[in-house]
Nanobody, 126 residues
Framework: QVQLVQSGGGLVQAGGSLRLSCADS????????MGWFRQAPGKEREFVGA????????DYSDPVKGRFTISRDNPKNTVYLQMNSLKPEDTAVYYC???????????????????WGQGTQVTVSS
């Protein structure tokens, strides 16, 4: 069973950086695609990016491409979201998710992910 616990987040000024972490207490972490999503007030949850379970390939949404980086440490069962050059429009609750077990491609839809973290607030002030 995958159980995801997030840490990090908080308040930062525009142009600043934050790193989110997401740790799994189970034994199958390395077999899942790990994704990050975010949800702003009044908006649907949207894909931020994800990292493959096998080769470290990543995929990012256009709004964060070049500013955010996803990495994973399989021995530590942890995935990270490094966010640089943050903008006020990045303000949202961020969620990590596990899905696409053994899947070759990287899914970008919420329905493709089976397990979710508790969410963490990121607020970027202007």
């Amino acid at each position: 069973q995958v159980q995801l616990v997030q840490s990090g987040g908080g308040l930062v000024q525009a142009g600043g950086s934050l790193r989110l972490s997401c740790a799994d207490s189970g034994r199958t972490f390395s077999t899942y695609v790990m994704g990050w999503f975010r949800q702003a007030p009044g908006k649907e949850r949207e894909f931020v990016g994800a990292i493959s379970w096998s080769n470290g390939n990543t995929d990012y949404s256009d709004p964060v491409k070049g500013r955010f980086t996803i990495s994973r440490d399989n021995p530590k069962n942890t995935v990270y979201l490094q966010m640089n050059s943050l903008k006020p429009e990045d303000t949202a609750v961020y969620y990590c998710a596990a899905g696409g077990r053994y899947r070759v491609s990287i899914p970008a839809t919420t329905g493709s992910y089976d397990f979710w973290g508790q969410g963490t607030q990121v607020t970027v002030s202007s």
